[in-house]
């Protein structure tokens, strides 16, 4: 599968400069299943040369997400390799010595022109209604006067000599794309304080660790003919690119952090209880379509149909309500030993100490009211305290005296059983209804209230099991007299 015939090598290259974006998250998803799909390689580079903006703890942050997101690399900053290091700002001499090439053959030339100037310029050329690139100025400079001035210290850039030329790529997401002449101006490799710039480092990065398809966001687009320009100068040959439609807000506009907009980082919505897999299904089908109408694909799933050939071209609206559904149905549907491995960082202290199969048959009683697993603290409270705290909607339901009459009879009724099973809970709870004259709502909402404090939850067999016959009874006569 790579534009040389050879192993199948990509690439995920955040830069360490705040959060992971689910934008970023998608793409590393879309790299991840493309190589396991084709049995490549997946490599992680921290793209850090934004010296003043990168930092330790963004790093830190971004890898502990794709950790959780369960995407794992074959090479990278923690797994080692043989083209590291993987941090650009550890490969800084090979930068040097690939520019230090291309002014040795006249691909680059030194630039005098200071910021200031440069932006005058710019100025000059918008007003006048050119293209702001930079007009060449130190590139006509004779090559004695260029050496002399670099050997008496003066400040100076690195910048590529642009070919005069238009560029073509076979993008295999948007088809042929060409880059006309002129699009580009010279542009830096090297700025004065010895740093690279991005699309030198990315270009030069790409080649020596044998990456054969960059799959990235289409706003890399406009970059793409300066890696190409690279790739070329440099003497290789370049990877095949595919640019993958935009995560969008509601109006269309490229998903970014707003005021009344969803959260576009991936540690926002794993803080708010989505699940891994849960996000990861809904993020791949923004742009991919698997030939079906499916709407939740496993990862196992999304392996087997993954193509480039079916990422769209259009960019998708971001919907997080669609995300909590997504979300609801993996949780409605999931037993309860995965139910306690997704819910260990947000259950409350008193579900921890429950032994490990009641802990899960508790969590697969309540699974039916979750939407996120931020809620597993309100459900499970009524089954982890002596009495639950009854939500407004419930107290009302305990008011008439025939609820507090039924409260009281299965009391009693309950007290009496003779063996507690959901099976004879279900077979009280109806003759003492069937006694009373009660069925329907009449009958089972005022039971849950008094059990749960709650009118909505599990099966009320199920309640009675988890809560066990003292604390059923001891709630159901604390309703009867009126003081739930």
Not at 275 to 302: K, M, Q, W
């Amino acid at each position: 599968m790579s534009p040389a015939g050879g192993a199948t090598r990509v690439r995920f290259a955040p830069s360490p400069t705040g959060w992971l974006h689910v934008g970023g998250a998608r793409t590393a998803y879309f790299n991840w299943l493309f190589a396991r799909r084709h049995g490549g390689a997946v490599v992680l580079r921290i793209e850090d040369t934004d010296v003043e903006r990168s930092s330790a703890a963004s790093e830190q942050g971004v890898l502990d997400d794709l950790a959780w997101l369960g995407l794992d690399f074959d090479e990278g900053p923690r797994e080692g390799g043989p083209h590291g290091p993987y941090r650009q700002s550890e490969r800084l001499g090979l930068y040097r010595a690939k520019a230090e090439a291309l002014l040795a053959r006249d691909a680059a030339y030194p630039c005098f022109c200071d910021d200031a100037d440069l932006e005058r310029r710019r100025q000059i050329a918008h007003a006048a209604g050119r293209p702001p690139h930079y007009d060449g100025r130190c590139r006509d400079l004779p090559r004695d006067e260029r050496e002399a001035r670099v050997r008496a210290g003066e400040a100076h850039s690195l910048r590529f000599a642009v070919p005069r030329r238009e560029w073509t790529l076979q993008d295999l997401v948007r088809g042929e794309v060409t880059f006309p002449e002129g699009v580009v101006g010279d542009f830096v490799l090297l700025r004065s304080n010895g740093l690279p710039t991005y699309n030198f480092a990315c270009a030069v990065d790409d080649a020596a660790m044998e990456i054969s398809h960059v799959i990235r966001a289409e706003e890399h687009l406009p970059n793409t003919p300066r890696q190409l320009m690279l790739c070329e100068a440099l003497g290789g040959r370049p990877p095949a690119y595919a640019h993958v439609p935009l995560i969008l807000n509601r109006d269309r506009t490229k998903m970014s952090k707003r005021e009344g907009e969803a959260a576009v980082a991936v540690g926002d919505w794993r803080r708010a209880g989505v699940v891994a897999e849960a996000l990861l299904s809904y993020l791949a089908l923004l742009g991919f379509h698997p030939g079906d109408e499916r709407e939740i694909l496993t990862r196992a799933e999304l392996l087997e149909c993954f193509a480039l050939e079916r990422v769209g071209r259009s960019g998708s609206i971001f919907d997080p309500d669609k995300l909590r559904w997504v979300n609801a149905h993996l949780l409605h549907h999931a037993d309860g030993a995965r139910l306690a491995a997704w819910a260990e960082e947000f259950l409350p202290a008193g579900a921890r100490a429950l032994p490990r199969a009641d802990l899960e048959r508790l969590l697969e009683g309540v699974r039916g009211n979750l939407a996120m697993l931020a809620d597993l603290a309100g459900e499970l409270e009524p089954f982890l305290v002596e009495r639950p705290a009854f939500e407004p909607a419930a107290v009302a339901v305990l008011d008439p005296a025939p609820a507090r009459a039924l409260c009281g009879e299965l009391a009693a009724a309950l007290e009496s059983l003779a063996e507690w099973s959901e099976e004879g809970v279900k077979s009280t709870i109806r003759s003492t209804g069937a006694q009373l004259g009660l069925k329907g709502r009449d009958l089972f909402q005022p039971v849950r209230v008094a059990l749960t404090g709650r009118v909505h939850g599990p099966e009320l067999p199920l309640v009675a099991s988890l809560l066990g016959r003292a604390r059923c009874v001891s709630r159901l006569r604390a309703a009867a007299a009126g003081r739930p």
